[in-house]
């Protein structure tokens, strides 16, 4: 189930908060076989954080799409080199087979059409071309921390609009892609600073109560007083590449 959400009023939190988690990013460069001559396509790019990284890493040609216009704002704001446009993942302005790598990070959740989004990627990937969906399944949402241990309730909100990944499997195996893997990455760091969860810079706050958002804005507020809070964000990156 696809709920969805206005980006353009929080694109400025999403600006200052979310960072690149470097195992994705380590992911991306080890699996996606990007080289300078590359075309590399973020799907859903948001402010731009990943395709702009592979961008100054690799030396590809980059692109970024994402239907709210602030967001698209934020990132054309950015150095580097990538081209930024409007577009959504079921209808891709591109190409047959124009691009080498096609990817989104956390973003097959707000897909209404998941088959046809797929099936799109494919039509623009050159034959051995890869594409990567990288999401949560239903282990991470229920371990997200701090996420899931002082907001509880986001969790089943979250297993919601979270698509099953044997659900993306079918999808991708239906419209023709071969070699398909997940593949699991995290990182632990610890935070003494909770302003990215008063700012709201995680979507699954919007869809809680108000009450349920400040009980654990004063949970990890009353924690933090003890020791820094633990976070060890993790994602499942879905592989398939277009053999044909």
Request: aromatic share 10%; net charge negative.
């Given at each position: ?7 353009d ?7 200052r ?7 994705v ?20 790019c ?6 702009l ?5 690799t030396?590809?040609?980059g692109?970024?799409i ?10 054309s704001?950015?150095q ?10 079921e ?11 096609v ?11 998941r ?20 999401t949560?399944s ?12 002082y907001?509880?309730?986001?969790v ?25 893997r ?36 004063n ?10 809070i633990?976070?060890v964000p ?9 053999n044909?």
């Amino acid at each position: 189930m696809a709920i969805k959400i206005d980006y353009d009023p929080i694109a400025a939190e999403y600006a200052r908060h979310r960072q690149v988690h470097p195992g994705v990013l380590r992911a991306l460069l080890a699996e996606g076989g990007i080289q300078p001559t590359s075309r590399v396509l973020e799907v859903g790019c948001g402010t731009g954080n990943y395709i702009l990284a592979l961008q100054s890493i690799t030396g590809c040609a980059g692109w970024g799409i994402d239907p709210s216009s602030q967001m698209l704002a934020h990132a054309s704001q950015r150095q580097g080199k990538v081209v930024f446009q409007s577009g959504r993942a079921e209808k891709l302005d591109f190409e047959d087979g124009s691009c080498d790598l096609v990817f989104s990070v956390d973003v097959i959740h707000h897909v209404q059409d998941r088959s046809n989004s797929f099936q799109e990627a494919r039509r623009v990937l050159r034959p051995g071309g890869k594409v990567s969906s990288v999401t949560d399944s239903k282990w991470i949402i229920r371990h997200r921390q701090p996420l899931s241990v002082y907001f509880p309730e986001t969790v089943d909100v979250e297993l919601q609009r979270y698509p099953r990944i044997a659900d993306l499997c079918s999808f991708m195996e239906q419209v023709g892609f071969q070699e398909i893997r997940e593949e699991t990455v995290e990182f632990s760091f610890t935070i003494n600073d909770i302003q990215m969860y008063r700012d709201w810079a995680f979507s699954s706050l919007h869809l809680i109560p108000e009450e349920a958002f400040q009980a654990g804005i004063n949970r990890m507020q009353a924690d933090l007083l003890l020791a820094p809070i633990q976070c060890v964000p993790r994602y499942l990156l879905l592989w398939g590449k277009r053999n044909d």
